[in-house]
């Protein structure tokens, strides 16, 4: 065989494997029950509990906000989020969260907002702060 015909096969064999990993890393949609049997990264669809309090309070701590959320399911969980309130956060007519059960809290590392629009349907993405710091 030729180099080249060589180079080629292993190029392809490249491809295949980095398409089928990154499709095994991908998570998926399923609800608050599904979270809690699951230890990797999942998609958690649902509405605000607008009845409940919301726990976010800059002056103490700006990056803790949490919250309760029904599943399309209909279970509730409260949610914690390392990040600061979204605006408009009360607004919103459903909710996608992309994390994962710890304890009897759903920590989101993602929040996607289905906002009310007069004319479109807007989304807005908030992801997770990381807090660094730097030496002077």
Request: proline fraction near 2%; hydrophobic fraction near 35%.
């Given at each position: 065989m030729?180099?080249?015909s060589?180079?080629?096969i292993?190029?392809i064999a490249?491809a295949?494997?980095?398409?089928?990993s990154?499709?095994?890393d991908s998570?998926?949609?399923g609800?608050?029950?599904?979270a809690?049997?699951s230890?990797s990264?999942l998609h958690?669809?649902g509405q605000?509990?607008?009845?409940?309090?919301?726990?976010y309070?800059?002056?103490?701590?700006?990056?803790y906000?949490?919250?309760y959320?029904?599943?399309?399911?209909?279970?509730?969980c409260?949610?914690?989020?390392?990040?600061?309130?979204p605006?408009?956060?009360?607004?919103s007519?459903?909710?996608?969260?992309?994390g994962k059960?710890?304890?009897n809290e759903?920590?989101?590392s993602?929040i996607?907002?289905k906002c009310?629009?007069?004319?479109?349907?807007d989304e807005v993405e908030?992801?997770?702060?990381?807090?660094?710091s730097t030496?002077?």
């Amino acid at each position: 065989m030729k180099k080249s015909s060589i180079a080629g096969i292993v190029i392809i064999a490249l491809a295949i494997g980095i398409i089928i990993s990154t499709y095994a890393d991908s998570s998926t949609y399923g609800s608050f029950a599904d979270a809690t049997e699951s230890s990797s990264e999942l998609h958690v669809v649902g509405q605000l509990n607008k009845e409940k309090e919301l726990f976010y309070k800059p002056q103490q701590d700006a990056n803790y906000f949490a919250f309760y959320m029904k599943d399309n399911e209909g279970k509730e969980c409260k949610v914690v989020f390392n990040g600061s309130k979204p605006q408009d956060f009360e607004r919103s007519e459903q909710i996608v969260l992309t994390g994962k059960m710890i304890g009897n809290e759903f920590h989101a590392s993602k929040i996607l907002m289905k906002c009310p629009s007069k004319y479109t349907t807007d989304e807005v993405e908030v992801t997770e702060v990381t807090a660094t710091s730097t030496k002077i």
